[in-house]
């Protein structure tokens, strides 16, 4: 974006940026729509008013002003990319698809670009090209604490943990104030194996911004975890997830040992074991009902 007539075109996108940063739409789109007043053949300030309308939800409005910037710079990889934003919204998700990349034909290096249609394809579940492209983020600009995080959290969804928890890790190092890379740790720590590690994280998450939905809902899901009555049932969870088919693996695999044991061990043996996995059964049943109530008599602080 360069600067057009007399008026003070970075100041204006600063202003912009700042009661956006605030969450204060009505004073960002008042800046955005003055400094178009006075320069409306710049296709950047069409760009940043769309953006604050993204924000603000209104996304209808927000990709008519996109697309008008888009007439007036029909090479505008920002524009696009926020054309592709919208349909993300919209969970029109082939259509953002084709923005994004017509915004990577434009300019391949753009990182911002990249993760954007890195986060399509985590969004997607493509978790094998998600991951390429935040490595490719990551060649261009390894110092963005974002792209770390989203990477973790494509490594955690792929299993990766190691991987996932030394990118969360970066992420936090590189910007500690940060939500997203809080959230990213936490969501690595808890596909790890350690929950009270998890909910510090999202604790943190959500201190920094309170208005957040997904930190609010993994730290309560955290704290579920971190109660001792559910302690065993998240370990076990943990376990079945890395197991093929599961429950059914472990209960065709007991009926095997019942069955062949039965030729082995004494009888008494059997039915203490028996007797054992049906209790741990049982207790796979109620272990979520019996810590929800508990976290009604003692909510999450």
Request: charged share 25%.
């Amino acid at each position: 974006m360069e600067e057009s007539g007399p008026f003070d075109f970075n100041r204006a996108v600063e202003k912009t940026l700042h009661y956006l940063n605030l969450d204060r739409f009505d004073l960002a789109e008042k800046e955005a729509r003055g400094a178009i007043t006075q320069a409306p053949g710049v296709s950047g300030l069409h760009v940043l008013l769309a953006e604050v309308l993204v924000q603000a939800e209104r996304h209808d409005e927000a990709e008519d002003v996109a697309q008008t910037a888009l007439s007036l710079d029909p090479l505008s990889d920002e524009a696009l990319c926020v054309l592709g934003r919208i349909e993300i919204q919209r969970g029109k998700h082939r259509r953002a698809e084709e923005y994004f990349l017509e915004a990577l034909k434009i300019d391949p290096e753009n990182s911002a670009s990249l993760s954007q249609y890195g986060y399509l394809l985590l969004k997607t579940s493509k978790l094998d090209k998600a991951e390429k492209v935040f490595r490719r983020c990551l060649e261009i600009d390894p110092d963005n604490e974002a792209y770390h995080s989203f990477l973790s959290t494509t490594l955690s969804s792929k299993r990766k943990l190691d991987d996932s928890t030394r990118a969360a890790k970066e992420g936090v190092r590189l910007n500690p104030d940060g939500s997203y890379p809080q959230l990213a740790a936490g969501q690595a720590a808890l596909a790890s194996g350690r929950p009270f590690v998890a909910r510090r994280h999202f604790r943190e998450s959500l201190r920094i911004d309170a208005s957040s939905s997904s930190a609010r809902e993994m730290f309560e899901a955290a704290d579920q975890y971190c109660r001792w009555c559910c302690l065993p049932y998240y370990y076990y969870s943990l376990a079945t997830d890395r197991i093929p088919g599961a429950q059914f693996t472990i209960w065709g695999c007991f009926v095997v040992f019942y069955f062949v044991g039965k030729s082995m061990f004494p009888g008494p043996v059997i039915l203490t074991i028996g007797a054992l996995y049906f209790l741990f059964c049982l207790y796979t049943w109620v272990a979520m009902p019996i810590t929800k109530a508990w976290v009604r008599l003692r909510p999450a602080r």
